[in-house]
């Protein structure tokens, strides 16, 4: 369905829970996140539902996504569900990783075609202190375990930060040319915990782009690759990966976007940076036929604004976490 702006939506990130296994420091605070009450989550056969729903007005795209998607329980069955679900023919999950090698194999067999893997450092020690106690090796592990499966593209996201990983600028990039990788650079956007700060940590994805051709060469830009939304991809020479870049911030993509997101708590949002939700718990839990729950979601993709404004002077958004919204 189109929204007011002539814009196709399409694609559905769905949060299946606000919990998560590690505590990025731009993410979430060190302590006291209160995670929202169990009753308050929707069920994971309510979301399939509001998938279904979502389905008759023309989404067919789905991403899982959280807090950290492969922490909540009977998610495999969730993929079965989704997969069988007869629109919808591309179904995504972004994971950071931690769980991903001992999971992706009955995932894989669920339905689940591609996983996006969050990577900020490819060094232990800086990875356990940006995500305050993670694991590096299982991060990786998980990757080659993606790689192994053949869930291609297997992508990664890097969040850039300024004074700590643009020195892994180069290194990150070079994956692209050991491994069928496609490496994606992040801008770091003010939402909910980094909001106050996040200007201080900003690095732009075009000095990312500088850096990786002052070192590694020019890049070239190459076709689009499988469920690519708003990032650009380039190759070096004789890759087997790519680079993108999504520059958030700094150059909004929202003239393409075609997203809308159902929180782990029930409300459908049709931009990350715009407070306002359409609420589909209820709906759901008084057992509203899929007709009724489509009309929601049109209300949803009506209400899309023509673009965000993150980071412009005196503006409102971005209060609430990402971890809830669904990132
Ligand atoms: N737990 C999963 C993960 O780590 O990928 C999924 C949820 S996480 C919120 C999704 C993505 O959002 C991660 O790549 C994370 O780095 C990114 N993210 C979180 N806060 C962000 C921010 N303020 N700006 C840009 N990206 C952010």
Redesign the pocket.
């Known amino acids: 369905m189109q929204d007011n702006y002539h814009r196709e939506i399409n694609y559905l990130r769905v949060?299946v829970t606000d919990r998560?296994n590690?505590r990025?420091f731009?993410?979430l605070p060190p302590h006291g996140v209160q995670s929202i009450p169990h009753e308050e989550v929707l069920r994971l056969e309510e979301m399939t539902r509001l998938v279904q729903a979502a389905a008759l007005v023309g989404v067919k795209k789905v991403r899982l996504?959280?807090?950290?998607?492969l922490v909540r329980k009977g998610l495999t069955a969730f993929v079965e569900a989704l997969a069988a679900v007869p629109e919808i023919d591309d179904l995504a999950m972004?994971?950071?990783?931690i769980l991903l090698a001992e999971r992706a194999k009955e995932l894989k067999a669920a339905g689940l075609k591609r996983v996006?893997?969050?990577l900020?450092s490819l060094r232990p020690e800086k990875y356990a202190r940006i995500t305050r106690g993670g694991d590096l090796a299982k991060v990786w592990a998980g990757i080659e375990t993606a790689l192994a499966l053949e869930m291609h593209p297997v992508k990664l996201?890097t969040?850039l930060l300024k004074g700590l990983n643009d020195d892994e600028i180069v290194d990150l990039a070079g994956l692209s040319r050991q491994f069928p990788l496609h490496i994606r650079f992040?801008?770091?956007?003010?939402?909910?915990?980094?909001k106050p700060w996040?200007a201080d940590y900003f690095l732009s994805a075009g000095q990312a782009r500088e850096t990786i051709e002052q070192n590694l060469g020019a890049l070239h830009e190459v076709r689009k690759l499988a469920g690519s939304g708003p990032a650009r991809y380039y190759r070096l020479p004789g890759a087997p990966g790519t680079i993108g870049f999504i520059p958030?911030v700094s150059d909004h993509f929202c003239d393409r976007c075609n997203r809308l997101r159902l929180t782990a708590s029930g409300g459908l949002r049709s931009c990350l940076y715009d407070e306002r939700e359409v609420d589909v718990k209820s709906a759901l839990r008084r057992g509203a036929p899929l007709e009724e729950l489509a009309r929601l979601v049109a209300r949803a993709i009506a209400l899309k604004p023509g673009r965000h404004h993150m980071g412009e002077a005196g503006e409102g958004g971005g209060q609430k976490a990402?971890?809830r919204i669904?990132?």
């Open positions: 949060s998560c590690l990025c731009y993410c996504t959280g807090g950290e998607p972004t994971t950071n990783g996006n893997v969050s900020d996201n969040v992040i801008e770091l956007m003010p939402v909910g915990t980094c996040a958030a990402m971890s669904g990132g």
